[in-house]
């Protein structure tokens, strides 16, 4: 732990770093739940789903590093049980239980909006009392903005191909 880069956090850095791991719990939780979607999926546009689950994966697993990262630089320690990730989590855990890409894409266009209001709460929380978190934060947030996007255009997409399939 950096001594002067904690001193530089004006707030309260405990609370801060509980709000860090209840975000670091998201993204594990995340990252399984895309990750293990991608290899259920099922159903039409099912390689696009799958590319886009994927990636989302990765990108979430990317988050949970930088988070930990942080709470480490400010002297925490990350939520070391995968059990307790369920008890620290903002989003909760969607299982991809119904491997029909449509149920899925709904469920991670869910947990993408509950990671938006979770890092929306984070900015706030550190604009102009914790810069290296705040920055962090920002661009997290952009990338679950784009997730959302991309999980919304794919339901769009999907829901013309079966429109489509209906007419015929």
Same mark, same amino acid.
């Given at each position: 732990?950096?001594?002067?880069?904690?001193?530089?956090?004006?707030?309260?850095?405990?609370?801060?770093?509980?709000?860090?791991?209840?975000?670091?719990?998201?993204?594990?939780?995340?990252?399984?739940? %895309?990750?293990?979607?991608?290899?259920?999926?099922?159903? =039409?546009?099912?390689?696009? &789903?799958? *590319?886009? !689950?994927? +990636?989302?994966?990765?990108?979430?697993?990317?988050?949970?590093?930088?988070?930990?990262?942080?709470?480490?630089?400010?002297?925490?320690?990350?939520?070391?049980?995968?059990?307790?990730? %369920?008890?620290?989590?903002?989003?909760?855990?969607?299982? =991809?239980?119904?491997?029909? &890409?449509? *149920?899925? !894409?709904? +469920?991670?266009?869910?947990?993408?909006?509950?990671?938006?209001?979770?890092?929306?709460?984070?900015?706030?929380?550190?604009?102009?009392?914790?810069?290296?978190?705040?920055?962090?934060?920002?661009?997290?947030?952009?990338?679950?903005?784009?997730?959302?996007?991309?999980?919304?255009?794919?339901?769009?997409?999907?829901?013309?191909?079966?429109?489509?399939?209906?007419?015929?």
């Amino acid at each position: 732990m950096g001594t002067r880069g904690r001193e530089i956090v004006d707030m309260d850095v405990n609370k801060l770093i509980e709000m860090l791991n209840k975000l670091f719990a998201d993204e594990w939780l995340a990252y399984y739940q %895309y990750w293990l979607g991608a290899k259920v999926a099922k159903g =039409p546009m099912k390689d696009a &789903v799958i *590319a886009e !689950l994927t +990636q989302h994966a990765a990108d979430e697993l990317r988050h949970a590093d930088m988070v930990s990262a942080r709470i480490i630089q400010l002297g925490g320690t990350p939520v070391s049980k995968p059990q307790d990730w %369920y008890k620290m989590t903002n989003c909760g855990y969607d299982a =991809p239980d119904d491997p029909y &890409v449509k *149920a899925l !894409l709904e +469920q991670n266009v869910k947990g993408e909006q509950c990671a938006i209001s979770g890092y929306q709460k984070l900015v706030e929380a550190t604009n102009g009392k914790d810069p290296v978190t705040y920055n962090m934060a920002l661009q997290i947030l952009s990338d679950e903005v784009m997730h959302e996007e991309d999980l919304q255009a794919l339901q769009e997409d999907l829901d013309v191909l079966l429109t489509t399939e209906v007419r015929r």
